[in-house]
């Protein structure tokens, strides 16, 4: 295949990927290399620039335009990769989500390993396993020929003959070293202990038999306790809330005033791009003045439940940066030139939000405990840029979430300790509960 053909499959598969017109780009396919005609695509897309400011991504690119013709070289470079992916399902992404890249690296390889002989093609196992991956989750058959890929059935009997052979393997194994034990007059407390790497039903069974072996030998005194096998520790701990659940989109502030039954309270119309804009009652009246906010850009969650704050109802959650001690608090700035609605990207963290948040799930309150300015005021997730398609959002100071009733737990503020409610202060803090979250109150 042409290098020509090449670069237009490339352009098919990524602008499909990206929801873009790919006619816009084929004019570009004779007069640019690959990184060229990559970086292009990428700058068009909503999401284009934090993927061009990401060292793996441009590491990748560069990989595909380098990727060589000659055969000897090339079957080396395959090898390479090959060892790479042994370990990986995808080149770059999470678990089984393919990223743009692994798009980009599959259309150029795609005319080189579907003429490869049979024998190479088992040298490279890894290889075939990933590019069988992207051809199905990247739903890619109108653009490349299918690359054929042998695949083991799946014989269920066969493998639970086998599990039942390496649990009975397991069992007696337990049972020899118990006898062992027994021999050299050690006391019961050493055959617990010969014993407790076996968790669950394999422990109970094995026990057992150690049990009646030692009857078998006469000594009446030393006995197994159960209780001295330790149980298989149940506690798990909670799953990590991804952060892609989140709709973060950036507003304008068309309207604020005050609250009118609360002090500390303001009331903000944003919009988002909705047809109707929305209302958003947020803890910034002792830190912002309405006029102040009045045609300014903001950061907010959108798909938090809506709830009432004070009688209000608030129908979104606005991001703000404070510094450690909450003296400064203002709302978290997209850059200039950023769209009113467009969502803001997380890379590596790309995926569908929900619908609505669930608040007695406290995915936000676990969300927030990673959100963080670096070092030169960007707004981050784990050190991960917040970009939009004019650049990243900025401040100074730790990003923390406004309030909005209806997904915390606290209390709506009155001016007021928790001591009105019967409690004290815990640790020097009005809201203990917020130690991590930092909720502007």
Same mark, same amino acid.
């Given at each position: 295949?042409?290098?020509? =053909?090449?670069?237009?499959?490339?352009?098919?598969?990524?602008? =499909?990927?990206?929801?873009?017109?790919?006619?816009?780009?084929?004019?570009?396919?004779?007069?640019?290399?690959?990184?060229?005609?990559?970086?292009?695509?990428?700058?068009?897309?909503?999401?284009?620039?934090?993927?061009?400011?990401?060292?793996?991504?441009?590491?990748?690119?560069?990989?595909?335009?380098?990727?060589?013709?000659?055969?000897?070289?090339?079957? @080396?470079?395959?090898?390479?990769? +090959?060892?790479?992916?042994?370990?990986?399902?995808?080149?770059?992404?999470?678990?089984?989500?393919?990223?743009?890249?692994?798009?980009?690296?599959?259309?150029?390889?795609?005319?080189?390993?579907?003429?490869?002989?049979?024998?190479?093609?088992?040298?490279?196992?890894?290889?075939?396993?990933?590019?069988?991956?992207?051809?199905?989750?990247?739903?890619?058959?109108?653009?490349?020929?299918?690359?054929?890929?042998?695949k083991a059935e799946f014989d269920p009997a066969v493998w639970v003959s086998l599990l039942k052979t390496l649990a009975k393997v397991h069992i007696n194994s337990c049972a020899k070293d118990a006898v062992?034990?027994?021999?050299?007059?050690?006391?019961?407390?050493?055959?617990?202990?010969?014993?407790?790497?076996?968790?669950?039903?394999?422990?109970?069974?094995?026990?057992?038999?150690?049990?009646?072996?030692?009857?078998?030998?006469?000594? &009446?005194?030393?006995?197994?306790?159960? &209780?001295?096998?330790?149980?298989?520790?149940?506690?798990?701990?909670?799953?990590?809330?991804?952060?892609?659940?989140? #709709?973060?989109?950036?507003?304008?502030?068309?309207?604020?005033?005050? %609250?009118?039954?609360?002090?500390?309270?303001?009331?903000?119309?944003?919009?988002?791009?909705?047809? &109707?804009?929305?209302?958003?009652?947020?803890?910034?009246?002792?830190?912002?003045?309405?006029?102040?906010?009045?045609? =300014?850009?903001?950061?907010?969650?959108?798909?938090?439940?809506?709830?009432?704050? =004070?009688?209000?109802?608030?129908?979104?959650?606005?991001?703000?940066?404070? +510094?450690?001690?909450?003296?400064?608090?203002?709302?978290?700035?997209?850059?200039?030139?950023?769209?009113?609605?467009?969502?803001?990207?997380?890379?590596?963290?790309?995926?569908?939000?929900?619908?609505?948040? #669930?608040?007695?799930?406290?995915?936000?309150?676990?969300?927030?405990?990673?959100?963080?300015?670096?070092?030169?005021?960007?707004a981050t997730y784990k050190g991960i840029t917040f970009m939009t398609s004019a650049g990243p959002c900025e401040k100074r100071t730790i990003m923390v979430p406004a309030p909005h009733m209806g997904n915390?737990?606290?209390?709506?503020?009155?001016?007021?300790?928790?001591?009105?409610? @019967?409690?004290?202060?815990?640790?020097?803090?009005?809201?203990?509960?917020?130690?991590?979250? %930092?909720?502007?109150?």
């Amino acid at each position: 295949m042409s290098l020509t =053909r090449t670069k237009q499959n490339l352009v098919a598969a990524l602008c =499909r990927r990206l929801s873009l017109d790919g006619k816009r780009f084929y004019d570009e396919v004779d007069k640019c290399d690959v990184k060229e005609l990559c970086m292009t695509i990428l700058k068009a897309s909503e999401k284009g620039e934090s993927l061009r400011q990401n060292e793996e991504v441009i590491k990748w690119i560069s990989f595909a335009e380098k990727f060589p013709v000659d055969s000897e070289t090339c079957s @080396g470079v395959l090898d390479g990769l +090959n060892e790479e992916l042994a370990h990986k399902s995808v080149i770059l992404g999470h678990g089984f989500r393919l990223s743009e890249v692994d798009l980009i690296v599959f259309s150029v390889l795609h005319s080189t390993v579907i003429g490869l002989s049979r024998p190479h093609v088992e040298k490279l196992p890894h290889i075939f396993r990933w590019m069988d991956c992207v051809q199905c989750k990247g739903d890619l058959h109108e653009i490349f020929e299918r690359i054929p890929v042998d695949k083991a059935e799946f014989d269920p009997a066969v493998w639970v003959s086998l599990l039942k052979t390496l649990a009975k393997v397991h069992i007696n194994s337990c049972a020899k070293d118990a006898v062992e034990v027994l021999k050299s007059d050690t006391s019961a407390k050493d055959i617990a202990t010969a014993t407790k790497s076996v968790d669950g039903p394999l422990a109970e069974k094995s026990s057992k038999k150690v049990t009646d072996m030692k009857k078998v030998e006469g000594d &009446k005194d030393a006995v197994v306790d159960k &209780k001295n096998i330790p149980e298989k520790d149940t506690a798990a701990k909670d799953d990590e809330v991804p952060v892609h659940i989140l #709709n973060i989109q950036v507003g304008l502030i068309r309207k604020a005033w005050k %609250h009118p039954s609360a002090d500390s309270l303001l009331v903000e119309e944003i919009d988002v791009g909705e047809t &109707k804009a929305r209302q958003v009652v947020s803890g910034l009246a002792k830190y912002c003045i309405p006029d102040e906010l009045m045609n =300014r850009h903001v950061v907010l969650i959108t798909n938090v439940k809506p709830g009432k704050l =004070r009688d209000v109802v608030s129908e979104g959650l606005v991001l703000c940066a404070s +510094n450690e001690d909450h003296s400064v608090v203002e709302p978290l700035l997209p850059p200039e030139g950023a769209r009113v609605g467009e969502r803001v990207q997380i890379s590596g963290h790309e995926g569908k939000p929900e619908d609505v948040l #669930n608040p007695k799930k406290k995915q936000l309150e676990k969300i927030t405990l990673h959100l963080y300015t670096d070092d030169k005021g960007v707004a981050t997730y784990k050190g991960i840029t917040f970009m939009t398609s004019a650049g990243p959002c900025e401040k100074r100071t730790i990003m923390v979430p406004a309030p909005h009733m209806g997904n915390t737990d606290l209390p709506p503020e009155d001016g007021h300790s928790w001591r009105k409610y @019967g409690q004290k202060d815990i640790h020097g803090r009005k809201f203990p509960r917020s130690e991590h979250l %930092h909720w502007i109150m």
